[in-house]
């Protein structure tokens, strides 16, 4: 292969796939490898959430309601193919000391302009007739909604093709071309099928990330944080928004390594209740946790009691990739030049994968993004002492 | 928690395979408990009327059981050793789930039916055999959504238990020579087959006389079964298949025609059979895998396309103390299972002894006899042509062909897995146990069949049965 | 075979079964082949696989939901509804 593309993306999770359909349609030519078929990663073994109701304030909210707007404006005509479902997300407390933090939060969120409205305990049970007695009151958020993970990968790739994009899909990449221990430019890949020069290699390979990065000789922190989400058999409509505990806002952003769950549930469009997830940092471990099933079950049935005589048909699990600071790595790395990343989205990547694929298009074309990608730099992880976690208040998912 | 039953051996299912390992490995020493979801001892092959109210088990043999004095021994042995307290039996259980954590095996159970009063038990065990036998596979047809369709072994089960027929005029199609028994077990009830189809032809047989002729009880087996074919005038038409099944609310009649080797349909050959109320398909059985599966033994593809797991002579897997045996090691019926189970109960019992396997000339003997039986009866290899587009594939979901060959073509999904995720294919209540062979051809494309890794994923089913979520609730470790 | 009669009911109306038949049982040999509506398409389901792995067979039985028909005892008194 002689004739390279302007954009080269590796990984057709959410991210490579949204980044390769906007920089197709910013006029790029590009080409989106995977070692396996679209949405084989993290972005298969997830809950298609987009809340902007647990979202760290600073850059990471600032980064959700811009996606929040690509997903309605520049993907409107699009929305059916992936289920998109603006059913907004309740969060709930059921202690009073919960019910005091939330309401923290939301004033201060409000301030933000999130879009959110306190619910007493009977607006809260008008809005879930199924919710728990013991629910104290909540708190409604209309901007959340819900998407199905992989219709969106494998369409924006579908989309990405019909927009000009190649892609070839059982296609691993094994190395860089024109990068070494000094950090030349990098000008491609290597893969078992042959050279792919390109203009620019994006990064997209979200818990492989930092394997990826290194090949490159640079150092991108993405570790995984394993969830466990379960699946019940299908039933009427029993659970109207996504709806979950307020301690989860506590748990998303921590950095404790043992096993946390509060429960987010929700129905599908398929009659299936969601009940997710659990967050525990055991590497890429793959066994099956019954302790994690059985805190997700108890937290589930203790905002519906309903769910306690559901039966479960099945579950999964999943790797977040996540960086110590809780923010994406997003942008060019000046330490390789020509090799840009999109990666580590942790618990958030299918919300913010419209997003951050349109700013990345926009920086790829050379154009200045609609957002400061900054906050999201790749370098910030070279400086010694920048490394440690930011103190977070709330958290980030 | 549930109680815990603590012993040397556990024995998953209660079939022939199962009843097998359980006596073979009480008699060699070993304290065993046996789980199945069956509420009494038989599995499949050896299902019988409730033996409740009756005072022994022979007076309930039912029509067409073959090798049931074999069933009678096992069942006194078994009982022999309960009632000595060396075997606990926990039917009316399913596991959900198998863990293998440390040096111990632990299965997690639920009751098969809620009202049925079993309490759920976990058991944790040195060794553990897993003999969970299989299903009819399944293909879609037009039709075979609609009542009135069942499964060619569901038909026969339902005839042992029940000791009544579920219609009166049947068909019966598919390949292999299980269709025999399951016809002649209805002509014996007193229904009418109006026609077995089979989609294969005797000559496929010659290549591998020489394979079928070691296993003579086979042989007698089917001059039984022309016997009460010749009785009960039922015609039996090779090289026939049902194109489509017809009725409204209801299977109503047939439309059926002829097929070259590949399985394609001859031009002009279409027929009717009408008042027909029963149709009932087999293409051979899927072995149940998700249990091995998720305890991560390796597996293989047998002769017939299925997935199987993999053993040694001493029959255990290669998770050291996991043992298989009967369907699950590959499809080779009622009299190999049994053979198998023995040799599985007596290793499991006595991992470190060298004691040669009993009888590996007959275990080598059937299994060769199986081979040649999946040769001869394959899965037409053409029989993606016999859908359109609107035909349901996967029942649960209501997912039609339509709909999955658009997302392999469009999206990519040339595996099980993806397939799953942009179709729910796969995704409903049977966890895709009656559409998964079927989907995972579709996924590899026109005139394909699906490969070990692709069967693999599709018998990947974290929860081997649904579970209730307060009972997931009641798990902290 | 145990053929002591038992009665049980199937959306209010009363059916005759045998005793340790299964509820599938009972209702297909009175004729009665489908007992559920699928989700999406409204379709009729009864039995498929006779042996509880398709779940195309699901009945309320007692109150309890989504139970399989091909394998839940009738017993006398038994209050089966379909869906
Ligand atoms: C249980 C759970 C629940 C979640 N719920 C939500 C939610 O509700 N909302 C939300 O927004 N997010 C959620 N997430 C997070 C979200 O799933 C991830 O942030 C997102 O999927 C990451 O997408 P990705 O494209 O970066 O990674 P992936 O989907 O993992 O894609 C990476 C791709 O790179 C490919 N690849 C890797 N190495 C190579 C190589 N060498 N060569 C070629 N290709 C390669 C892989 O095959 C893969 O396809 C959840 C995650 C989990 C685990
Ligand atoms: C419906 C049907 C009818 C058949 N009829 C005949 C026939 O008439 N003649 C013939 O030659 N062959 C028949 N077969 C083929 C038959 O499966 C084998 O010949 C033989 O029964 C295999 O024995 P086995 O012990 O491997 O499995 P099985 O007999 O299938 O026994 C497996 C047992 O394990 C139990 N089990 C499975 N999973 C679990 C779990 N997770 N938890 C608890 N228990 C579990 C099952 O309930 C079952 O009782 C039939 C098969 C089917 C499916
Ligand atoms: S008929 Fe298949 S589960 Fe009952």
Redesign the interface.
């Known amino acids: 292969m002689t004739h390279g593309s302007d954009v080269l993306v590796i990984g057709a999770g959410v991210i490579g796939a949204a980044t390769a359909y906007f920089a197709a349609r910013q006029g790029l030519s590009v080409t989106v490898l995977d070692k396996g078929l679209p949405a084989s990663g993290t972005s298969s073994a997830c809950e298609g959430n987009i809340l902007v109701s647990d979202k760290e304030l600073g850059p990471e909210l600032e980064l959700t309601r811009y996606s929040l707007g690509v997903w309605h404006h520049d993907l409107e005509e699009h929305k059916k193919l992936w289920e998109f479902d603006s059913k907004g997300g309740i969060i709930v407390a059921s202690r009073e000391s919960s019910l005091a933090s939330l309401h923290r939060v939301m004033a201060v969120q409000k301030s933000y302009g999130v879009d959110v409205e306190e619910l007493d305990q009977s607006a809260l049970r008008d809005a879930e007739p199924h919710i728990s007695p013991e629910a104290l009151g909540g708190a409604s958020y209309r901007e959340d909604c819900q998407v199905q993970p992989m219709l969106v990968a494998a369409h924006l790739v579908r989309l990405a093709t019909e927009a000009g994009a190649r892609f070839i899909a059982d296609c691993p990449v094994s190395g860089f071309l024109g990068s070494g221990p000094d950090g030349g430019r990098v000008t491609g890949v290597r893969t078992p099928r042959g050279d792919f020069p390109a203009g620019a290699v994006v990064n997209c390979t979200g818990t492989w990330a930092g394997e990826l990065a290194a090949m490159a000789g640079v150092e991108v922190p993405v570790l995984p944080r394993r969830g466990f989400v379960i699946v019940t058999e299908p039933l009427p409509a029993m659970i109207r928004h996504k709806v979950y505990a307020a301690e989860y806002i506590d748990n998303v952003g921590s950095s404790d390594a043992g096993l946390q769950a509060s429960p987010v549930v929700e129905g599908t469009p398929a009659g299936s209740i969601l009940i997710g997830s659990s967050r525990e940092r055991v590497g890429f471990d793959r066994t099956v946790s019954t302790a994690a099933l059985g805190l997700l079950a108890r937290n589930a049935t203790a905002l519906f009691p309903f769910l306690k005589d559901v039966k479960a048909i099945r579950h999964y699990h999943g790797f977040r990739p996540y960086c110590p600071d809780h923010l994406p790595v997003i942008g060019h790395d000046d330490r390789a030049p020509g090799l840009w990343h999109a990666a580590g989205h942790e618990g958030a990547g299918i919300g913010l994968s419209a997003g951050t694929g349109k700013l990345l298009a926009q920086a790829l074309a050379g154009l200045t993004p609609d957002m400061d990608l900054s906050p999201f730099a790749p370098a910030r992880f070279s400086a010694p002492g920048k490394h440690t976690p930011v103190h977070r208040e709330e958290a980030t998912a | 928690m549930s109680t815990v039953v603590t012993v040397d051996v556990a024995v998953v299912g209660a079939g022939p395979a199962g009843l097998a390992a359980a006596v073979a490995a009480t008699e060699t020493g070993a304290r065993v408990a046996v789980v199945d ?1 069956g ?1 009494q001892p038989g599995g ?1 092959f050896w299902r019988h ?2 033996e ?3 005072p022994g088990t022979a007076d ?1 043999q ?1 029509h067409g059981h073959h090798g049931w004095s074999t069933y009678l021994d096992l069942r006194a042995r078994f009982d022999a050793a309960r009632s000595a307290g060396r075997i606990t039996y926990l039917p009316g259980l399913q596991v959900w ?1 198998a ?1 293998h954590s440390g040096d111990a095996f632990v299965l ?1 159970t639920t009751a ?5 009063g079993a309490t759920p038990a976990t058991v944790a065990a040195d060794r553990l055999v897993l003999c969970p036998g299989g ?2 596979r399944q293909l879609p047809i037009p039709g075979w ?7 060619a ?3 026969q ?2 005839i042992k ?7 009166k005029r049947f068909v019966i199609a598919g390949t292999g020579p299980f269709l025999l028994p399951v016809a002649a077990g209805i002509a014996e009830a007193g229904g009418k087959v109006l026609a077995v189809l089979e989609s294969s032809s005797p000559s496929a047989w010659l290549p591998h006389l020489r394979a079928a002729a070691g296993v003579p009880g086979k042989a007698l087996e089917g001059m039984a079964y022309a016997a009460v074919f010749a009785r009960h005038r039922i015609p039996y038409r090779t090289r026939n298949i049902v194109t489509e099944i017809l009725g409204t ?2 299977a109503e009649g047939v439309r059926t025609a002829r097929v070259d080797a590949a399985g394609r349909v001859r031009p002009g050959t279409a027929r009717t059979y009408a008042d027909v ?1 029963v149709v009932g398909f087999g293409w051979g059985f899927t072995p149940q895998l998700e249990l091995p599966v ?1 305890l991560g033994v390796e597996t293989r593809l047998d002769a017939d396309g299925s997935l199987v797991g993999i053993v040694d002579e001493r029959q255990q897997s290669s998770v050291p103390g996991l043992y298989l045996a009967g369907e699950v090691t590959g499809v080779g019926g009622a009299t190999l299972a049994v053979l198998e189970g023995l040799a599985a109960g007596a290793a499991a019992a006595r991992p470190e002894s060298d004691v040669p396997v009993k009888q590996p000339a007959a275990i080598a003997r059937h299994r060769r006899f199986a081979q040649a039986m999946h040769h001869a009866h394959p899965v037409p290899a053409a029989w993606q042509d016999w859908l359109s587009p609107d035909t349901t594939v996967c ?4 997912v039609t062909a339509g709909e999955i060959t658009e997302a392999r073509d ?6 099980i ?2 397939l799953k ?2 179709t ?1 294919a796969g ?5 895709g ?2 559409c998964g062979f079927a989907s995972a051809c579709l996924s590899a494309g026109p005139g394909q069949m699906p490969d070990a890794g692709s069967l693999a994923s599709s018998a990947k ?3 081997a049965a ?5 009972e ?6 | 075979m145990n053929t002591q009669p038992v009665t049980i009911s199937f959306d209010g109306r009363p059916l005759a079964a045998a005793a340790g038949q299964s509820v599938g049982a009972a209702l297909a040999s009175q004729g009665i082949t489908a007992w559920r509506s699928t989700r999406k398409g409204g379709k009729p389901r009864g039995l498929f696989c006779g042996i509880g792995v398709c779940f195309d067979c699901l009945v309320t039985v007692d109150g309890e939901p989504n139970q399989r028909a091909c394998l839940v005892e009738a017993c006398d008194g038994m209050e089966v509804e379909g869906s």
């Not at chain 2, 238990?161 to 219609?167: H, K």
């Not at chain 2, 029942?395 to 209501?398: D, F, N, T, V, Y």
């Not at chain 2, 469009?410 to 595996?415: K, P, T």
């Not at chain 2, 649904?466 to 307060?470: F, H, K, L, N, R």
């Open positions: 979801a509420n499949q009327a409730p409740t109210g009756n309930v039912p789930m863990q997690r098969a039916v809620a009202s049925s299903y009819d959504d609609l009542p009135g369709v069942m499964a072994g569901g038909i089960a339902f238990a029940n000791g009544v027929l579920p219609g609310d209801r109320d998720s029942r649960c979901e209501e469009q999206l990519g999904a040339r595996d897995r993806s995720s942009f729910r995704m409903g209540w049977c966890q146990r009656v089913r974290p929860l649904p579970v209730g979520i307060g997931l609730a009641a798990q902290d470790g």
